[in-house]
């Protein structure tokens, strides 16, 4: 099993920036990718952000590209998303998720078998 916890969310006005963190721990070996995704209150979860454990290969939804970064820390099995330049519609409960297996289909949630709490993102306008 891998335990993935979030931290780092909060309240920031438009424009501004914020910083999750994922951190995992247990089996980490078994994991190849690593992803954000994010639900907003009547919406479906949907994908941010994903990157490859082994290569660092990111992946970015068009709605965020530019202006978020992913990154990961293999030597302490962290994984960062750096959100600038944020807007309200960016609200919503930011979850991480791991998958094993083959790299593929990683747009999709339910390809994930491992998954945080969740960290709540406020966007004020």
């Known amino acids: 099993q891998v335990q993935l916890v979030e931290s780092g969310g909060g309240l920031v006005q438009a424009g501004g920036s914020l910083r999750l963190s994922c951190a995992a721990s247990g089996r980490t070996s078994s994991v190849t990718t690593m992803g954000w995704f994010r639900q907003a209150p009547g919406k479906e979860r949907e994908f941010v952000s994903r990157?490859?454990?082994?290569?660092?290969?990111?992946v970015y939804a068009d709605s965020v590209k530019g202006r978020f970064t992913i990154s990961r820390d293999n030597a302490k099995n962290t994984m960062a998303l750096q959100m600038n330049s944020l807007k309200p519609e960016d609200t919503a409960v930011y979850y991480c998720?791991?998958?094993?297996?083959?790299?593929?289909?990683?747009?999709?949630?339910?390809?994930?078998?491992?998954w945080g709490q969740g960290t709540q993102v406020t966007v004020a306008s």
């Open positions: 998720a791991g998958k094993k297996g083959i790299v593929a289909g990683t747009r999709d949630p339910m390809k994930y078998d491992y």
């Open positions: 990157v490859t454990w082994s290569d660092g290969f990111t």
